[in-house]
């Protein structure tokens, strides 16, 4: 299998899954309180949403790389 076959398909599956679960999760830290040598910080978890249709572009982007790998190697 070619690199670029691998590659298409790795990027499908990322298309998918962002279809299936359509957020990223991740966190925030910010500063709250600095007394002297004292800090205090606060961590909040976020989830940043992916639209279906970026979702929708990367998916068929990795399909075509597939597709591309197939009709190159002819």
């Given at each position: 299998?070619?690199?670029?076959?691998?590659a298409g398909w790795a990027v499908a599956?990322?298309?998918?899954?962002?279809?299936?679960?359509?957020?990223?999760?991740?966190?925030?830290?910010?500063?709250?309180?600095?007394?002297?040598?004292?800090?205090?910080?606060?961590?909040?978890?976020?989830?940043?949403?992916?639209?279906?249709?970026?979702?929708?572009?990367?998916?068929?982007?990795?399909?075509?790389?597939?597709?591309?790998?197939?009709?190159?190697k002819k």
């Amino acid at each position: 299998m070619s690199g670029m076959k691998i590659a298409g398909w790795a990027v499908a599956l990322v298309g998918l899954g962002l279809l299936i679960y359509p957020s990223i999760p991740g966190t925030s830290e910010r500063d709250t309180v600095k007394i002297g040598p004292v800090e205090a910080q606060v961590e909040t978890k976020k989830a940043y949403p992916v639209p279906p249709l970026v979702s929708a572009v990367i998916l068929a982007s990795g399909a075509a790389l597939v597709v591309w790998a197939k009709r190159k190697k002819k």
